[in-house]
């Protein structure tokens, strides 16, 4: 029976009165008569901690269970991450990614908080990312929604202007101006000053001084006339007098234009290979002769139509430049644009 209760107190981890009982058990089992002044102490050890246990399980309070606290967790963490996403949250975290220069993500945070809210403001902000970005089409489009808000139409419409200017459609600008489709009141003069330069940028005939140079400061119409001038009587090599001049003498045509070192292995090259040919005609010795005769119209060849190609690039590369010039004049000046304050 000892080992009875050892066994139970090991296993299944029995209460003090429990215990008690299967003492007063043992000894009655024994069955001895000194045994009865024990039995009944502990009957009455048993009575006493039976009130006491009793009185502490009616005040006894189960805990939270783990998993009830972990529903308690993961809901005020939905709640928190659906604030996060809230419209005013998503604002403000495109206003940062925006003053931050990250115009792609900064556009993703406007168009969800647009699907929420009709704001002119963000609208503008968001327009302006796709300009910033040089997704000048997109630009043009969301710049048009805003046309006839009263605080930001004006503002919207030389965006759309400048839209179209930046996409490098001249021609498509030119009729915009011409046809003053949705023309801005206060920055006409501007509109103006970039279809100016946009004549200076553009490859097609330029229109006289007078309205050319009118939309701009006096202070920059000395360079901008030099820039025109400059356009109109391009310093360009003629192709037929480069053609003639190496017919003449070969080279000839590289050393008009520009092309000395060439010039001068064309003629060596040529001159060298006839003189070969004819050394060896004169000696009898006809196939080198031929031989010879054939790279000297082969280099006499190569010298006439090398000429005309260098002719071609040197315009080229005279136009290009001009061109790069003229670009770098107004990009440093911002194309005489103000600043809007986005």
């Known amino acids: 029976m000892t080992r009875?209760?050892?066994?139970?107190?090991?296993?299944?981890?029995?209460?003090?009165?429990?215990?008690?009982?299967?003492?007063?058990?043992?000894?009655?089992?024994?069955?001895?008569?000194?045994?009865?002044?024990?039995?009944?102490?502990?009957?009455?050890?048993?009575?006493?901690?039976?009130?006491?246990h009793a009185q502490q399980s009616l005040d006894y309070k189960p805990p939270i269970k783990a998993k009830k606290q972990n529903n308690l967790k993961n809901d005020t963490n939905l709640v928190k991450q659906k604030d996060l996403y809230s419209p005013k949250n998503r604002l403000k975290f495109g206003n940062y990614l925006y003053s931050e220069s990250d115009y792609l993500r900064a556009s993703g945070e406007y168009k969800e908080y647009l699907k929420n809210f009709d704001n002119d403001t963000v609208r503008f902000k968001?327009?302006?990312?796709?300009?910033?970005?040089?997704?000048?089409?997109?630009?043009?489009?969301?710049?048009?929604?805003?046309?006839?808000?009263?605080?930001?139409?004006?503002?919207?419409?030389?965006?759309?202007?400048?839209?179209?200017?930046?996409?490098?459609?001249?021609?498509?600008?030119?009729?915009?101006?011409?046809?003053?489709?949705?023309?801005?009141?206060?920055?006409?003069?501007?509109?103006?000053?970039?279809?100016?330069?946009?004549?200076?940028l553009d490859n097609s005939f330029l229109p006289d001084t007078t309205n050319l140079l009118r939309p701009f400061d006096d202070s920059v119409h000395f360079k901008l006339a030099d820039y025109y001038y400059r356009k109109k009587h391009t310093a360009s090599k003629s192709l037929t007098t480069a053609v003639l001049l190496s017919i003449v003498i070969p080279g000839a045509g590289k050393f008009y234009t520009g092309e000395v070192g060439d010039g001068v292995?064309?003629?060596?090259?040529?001159?060298?290979?006839?003189?070969?040919?004819?050394?060896?005609?004169?000696?009898?010795?006809?196939?080198r002769g031929w031989l010879f005769t054939g790279l000297t119209a082969f280099f006499y060849a190569g010298n006439i139509y090398g000429s005309a190609t260098s002719a071609q690039i040197y315009n080229a590369r005279i136009r290009f430049n001009l061109q790069s010039d003229i670009k770098l004049y107004f990009e440093q000046r911002n194309y005489f644009l103000p600043g809007l304050g986005f």
């Open 126 to 200: 968001y327009s302006l990312c796709f300009y910033r970005m040089g997704l000048f089409s997109e630009a043009a489009d969301n710049f048009k929604s805003l046309f006839f808000d009263p605080s930001l139409s004006e503002e919207a419409r030389l965006l759309f202007y400048e839209s179209h200017f930046f996409y490098d459609d001249y021609k498509t600008y030119h009729e915009l101006v011409e046809k003053e489709n949705y023309m801005p009141v206060v920055f006409k003069k501007e509109v103006d000053r970039l279809n100016s330069a946009a004549y200076f």
């Open 4 to 52: 009875l209760i050892i066994i139970h107190l090991i296993h299944r981890k029995l209460n003090f009165n429990t215990v008690l009982l299967l003492l007063i058990k043992l000894l009655k089992s024994i069955n001895r008569k000194n045994n009865l002044p024990v039995i009944l102490i502990l009957e009455c050890i048993l009575i006493i901690t039976g009130n006491n």
């Open 265 to 287: 292995t064309s003629l060596i090259a040529t001159v060298v290979s006839a003189y070969l040919a004819a050394s060896n005609f004169h000696n009898d010795h006809n196939f």
